[in-house]
């Protein structure tokens, strides 16, 4: 077992967590995963351990590993990190090299897209594409990778909202208003509106959720 093959293990572990194929309290299987992503057990232990240092899964004595389940206090957290890491993202903006505004504009574009052929699961991977795109005109390794790991945990909060339509929705609006105050260079403004909508998100999934995790 080498390390990089646990790391490129739990990546895409991590990548199924966050399209929502590993729901939250999700058990995972040692001998279901290690069969179905041909490695050893070792290296599944190995990236389970990684992704406990992600919070993205917790072992429980006696039963297993199980995908997490976020309470108020871990979204909360997780706000409050995005909303540095996006907001230096709005700022930066303005010397961003084009390709790195072009990933805003495209993931704004595949939500609209999804939500018209009504895919609410597509519209949220596509939202979290916008907003790892914005902590991307930082152009910083990592931010990408600490957004990354926050992106995944947010995943599993969605999984409290009963209705993806009604959650995701509002935000494409909001999501191509602050696009296009950045392709005018209104950055102050998109910083501004970036602020309130993610205070706005972040209310409406902690109020959604119970006050203890059960």
């Known amino acids: 077992m080498t390390r990089s093959t646990a790391?490129?293990?739990a990546a895409a572990l991590r990548e199924r967590i966050e399209r929502g194929a590993l729901p939250p309290g999700t058990q995972l299987s040692e001998e279901a995963l290690s069969l179905d992503l041909g490695v050893s057990r070792n290296t599944l232990r190995e990236a389970f351990r990684?992704?406990?240092?992600d919070s993205l899964v917790e072992h429980q004595v006696n039963r297993?590993?199980?995908v997490r389940v976020p309470g108020p206090d871990d979204v909360t957290d997780i706000y409050r990190m995005r909303g540095a890491l996006e907001t230096a993202?709005?700022?930066a903006a303005e010397h961003a090299p084009p390709a790195l505004l072009d990933a805003v504009t495209t993931a704004v574009t595949e939500a609209e897209w999804a939500a018209d052929d009504g895919d609410w699961p597509a519209v949220a991977t596509a939202d979290l594409a916008f907003h790892r795109a914005l902590a991307g005109l930082c152009?910083?390794?990592?931010v990408d990778t600490a957004m990354d790991r926050l992106l995944a945990e947010l995943r599993l909060a969605f999984h409290t909202m009963p209705s993806p339509r009604r959650f995701h929705e509002p935000f494409l609006v909001r999501n191509r208003a602050i696009e296009q105050l950045l392709a005018k260079g209104e950055y102050a403004r998109a910083e501004t509106e970036l602020t309130a909508y993610l205070d706005d998100a972040r209310r409406l999934i902690v109020d959604?959720?119970?006050?203890?995790?059960?």
């Open 7 to 9: 790391q490129r293990l």
């Open 50 to 53: 990684l992704l406990v240092h």
């Open 64 to 66: 297993g590993v199980f």
């Open 89 to 91: 993202g709005v700022r």
């Open 139 to 142: 152009a910083s390794p990592r």
């Open 208 to 214: 959604t959720m119970p006050e203890e995790r059960p």
